[in-house]
């Protein structure tokens, strides 16, 4: 059995598409090839995990009818001629018995190609309302899956979508927070914060965070915090840091990183967590009931990540705040506030419990076999 996964541009459309491989490999020995965008950060988090990866050459539309965005826009057209020329060549030599995209411009020549084949295809989109790419995949693949019952409404053929919640890297579940905390060698009982505003980083959010670290250090470390800045800001932050006089090798609890390449040990030991609002963060988060403050991004198509946070907020499983609302000064007093009270973190791990679908990847795996099987 040969599977091909595509996706690219963010962890949120990486990590789903990993949780399945890892399905796949263990249940099937299938052979598993991904396929992404140049440059994407799935050259990087893709061959971690111990499997192959091809590029296209692909690059977004921008809605800005500027000069600049008219150039984008050419070169973008350019780029969609080269990527399927590309998808061609890679099919070509994989074939592949079934192609499944989980998000990321580089996911439309590759699906889009295949299904062109008559390949068994089928498409995941994990927010409420669907991006681009898979709103237009949607009229070619065999299936659609999605993370939220009323997403259904937004799809040309809704007898082609299934509701089947957003999948989650088995490794999240191989170890209780007693031991992740062994592994990270916490030998103090002190109660650890985890922040991470996305793959790529974001800059009013990491600003807020360099006042958060200055005020940590002030303080005496009363948590242990893994900081995952993200790629285009991690020097940047280090840097500011370093010119509040703050020489991080003084204090240990203080772990400022790049990317978080362990984020299933690190949130499975992980007492409070800021974060961004995707939805393949909301469906980790959910899946091991790790209580969360959820800030939104105010930059993405329909305010996805809003109404993504609010379905858990409305349960009181996790507390959102509006980025224009944020402070460093408001964010660590939320942090103390919720770390002070050991009861209301222990119902919003309950919610989060009560909310999650715990069974996205085996229902996802179920769907993917019977399109493999009707198209036989």
């Not at 009363?222 to 932050?237: A, D, E, L, S, T």
């Amino acid at each position: 059995m040969k599977i091909l996964f595509t996706c690219g541009g963010t962890a949120g459309h990486i990590n789903p598409a990993l949780a399945l491989a890892g399905m796949f490999r263990e249940r099937n020995q299938a052979e598993i090839l991904f396929v992404g965008a140049d440059g994407g950060m799935e050259q990087q988090l893709v061959p971690r995990e111990g499997y192959s990866i091809q590029t296209v050459t692909i690059s977004s539309f921008w809605r800005q009818m500027n000069l600049a965005g008219i150039k984008h826009n050419l070169t973008t057209l350019r780029n969609l001629g080269k990527s399927q020329k590309q998808a061609k060549r890679i099919l070509d030599q994989f074939q592949p018995d079934l192609v499944v995209g989980t998000g990321g411009y580089a996911s439309f020549p590759v699906v889009r190609e295949a299904a062109r084949r008559w390949i068994p295809t089928a498409v995941h989109e994990s927010n409420a309302e669907p991006g681009l790419t898979t709103k237009m995949l949607s009229k070619y693949v065999d299936k659609v899956m999605v993370g939220f019952e009323e997403s259904r409404k937004h799809y040309p053929h809704p007898d082609r979508v299934e509701i089947t919640g957003t999948p989650v890297r088995g490794d999240f579940f191989l170890q209780n927070k007693a031991e992740a905390r062994k592994r990270l060698g916490f030998a103090d009982e002190k109660p650890l914060v985890v922040t991470s505003w996305g793959s790529l980083g974001a800059l009013v959010m990491n600003q807020h965070m360099i006042d958060f670290v200055a005020r940590e250090c002030r303080e005496g470390q009363p948590f242990h915090h893994i900081y995952g800045v993200g790629q285009r800001y991690y020097q940047r932050v280090l840097e500011e840091i370093a010119n509040r006089g703050i020489d991080l090798a003084q204090y240990p609890c203080v772990d400022v990183r790049e990317y978080i390449y362990d984020m299933p040990v690190v949130m499975d030991a992980a007492d409070v967590m800021l974060s961004r609002a995707g939805a393949s963060t909301i469906s980790e988060i959910s899946a091991i009931a790790c209580p969360s403050i959820l800030v939104p991004s105010p930059n993405v198509t329909a305010n996805h990540q809003e109404k993504n946070a609010r379905v858990l907020s409305e349960h009181k499983a996790a507390v959102l705040m509006l980025e224009p609302e944020c402070t460093g000064d408001k964010l660590y007093q939320q942090v103390q506030t919720m770390l002070a009270d050991s009861d209301a973190l222990a119902d919003m791990r309950q919610e989060l419990r009560t909310m999650a679908v715990a069974d996205a990847n085996e229902r996802i795996y179920r769907v993917l076999l019977e399109v493999m099987k009707k198209k036989e």
